[in-house]
Structures are given as structure tokens and as C-alpha cells.
């Protein structure tokens, strides 16, 4: 006895699989052009935050009293043959990114 | 790759086994490639963590030597009589979630300039130092940066 419809269950069976692997690399190609758009922000964020913090820094080195962006820590100070050093540490941080904690200190009033 | 045809008719096995070793090749060279580019990735990284980490010692040590400098430019005097062995500071350790840092002052000079040398190393094994020369015979007492040893 012959089996009817044999191949047809073979081409549909192989189609399933070849539009599941295009489909695979459809999202894959996808994948890849978001993760350069991506990319290319995020060096756009990071090169902005770089840049704050170059120029807090310069108004710290420039200016007696600077206003400055980041979160002010606890104030503290650095003994020098017993003399006090007050300071303030300040924390920056690019939003969103973990590990890009950048610290400045800037002279100040007494604790 | 191609199978001859009698032999194929002898063994009807042989043409799936061709596919199967060319699907072989072929997925372990998408998979060295993924694995080349993972590898890639992770030393970008671990390359980016240690910039950032110089970054941060760097920019502690300078605004600490810019405290310390001004200190001395209102001053001379301020931490005692200035001399040629160095007056050292206290290490003050910096700590921030799993940031550590130590920061340690040393000021050296005369009666003619004082140079104040500000050091910042990190629990990991990181050091910046930054260097500023202050020249007190001229009114207003000016600076000079350097970094480095």
C-alpha cells in the first residue's frame, strides 16, 4: 500500500524549519542594528558626563567657590601636621550606569 | 560536499551523514566566532572598569592637591615651617559603596616655593599622583600642575 502525502509532509516540515532559521536571523539582524543605535547613545551619554565632570572640576580649580552638580557626601578632613584640612566629597554618577562613580573633593568648612 | 551516486544508492545513510558533518562545520564556526566576539566583549570591559578606576584616583588626587594648594597659597605657614624632607598627612581613606580610596598629602619647599604632592590609590592596586609647585616669591602666588611621578 502506498503512502499519499508523504513529501508534502516533508516540504511543509521543511519549510516550518527554514522560516524559523530566517526568522532567527531576522532578529538577530535586528538584534544587532538596535545594539548600534544603542551603542551610539550611550557614547553620546558618556562622552556628556565626562564632560560635567571636566568642568566641575575646572570651576574648582578656577573659581574660589564653585557651585557644583554632584551629591555633596559627608564633610570631612585630611590632617596635615595636625592642621585640618576640611573638605566635602562629592559623588558623580552617569545616570542609569553602574560603575561610573566619579569623586571630587572640595575644600571646605570645618565638620 | 559531494557524494558519489552509486555509492549513495549503496548507502543510502552516506548523504545524510555529509549533511550532518556540513551543518558540523558549520554551526562550530558560527560558534567560534560568537565565542571570539563574547571573549572581545569581556576585555573591553574589564578595560573600561580599570580606565575609570585611573579616572577616579586622578581626579581625587587633583582636587585634594588643589585643597591642599590653596591652603598654603592663603598661607605658607599654615602646616608649619615649610621644609626639604616633607611634611606628610594623615592617610585619609575614602570609601563609597565598594569604592575605597586612600589619599595622602605630602608638601615639600622653602621660602621660595612649595610643592605639594597629592597621592590617591585604591584597595585594587591603583595609584595617581599629582604634583602642583607653588611659587610664593611672586604676588599672586602662582601655580604649576604636573602628574606623574
Redesign the interface.
Known sequence: MKRHGGIFVEVIVSILLFTVGILALTGTLFYGVKMVAQSREETVKEQEYKNL?ENQ?LG??REPSPALSGTP?AA?Q????S?A?P?T?Y?YKQEGKE?????????GSTP | MKVDRTKREKRPGAALIAIVLVGFLVLSLVSAVVISIAWNTLRVEAWQTEQIEKIRLDYLARTAAKAVTDELTADPDNFGILNRNGIVSQPKVITDGTFSATVEITIKGDDQRANVVAKASSAKGGSALVRTTIDLTTTPKTVTWSAGN
Open positions: 565632570v572640576i574648582i580649580i557626601l570631612d585630611i590632617i596635615i601636621n592642621k584640612v573638605f566629597l559623588r560603575g561610573t562613580e566619579i569623586y571630587l573633593i572640595k575644600r
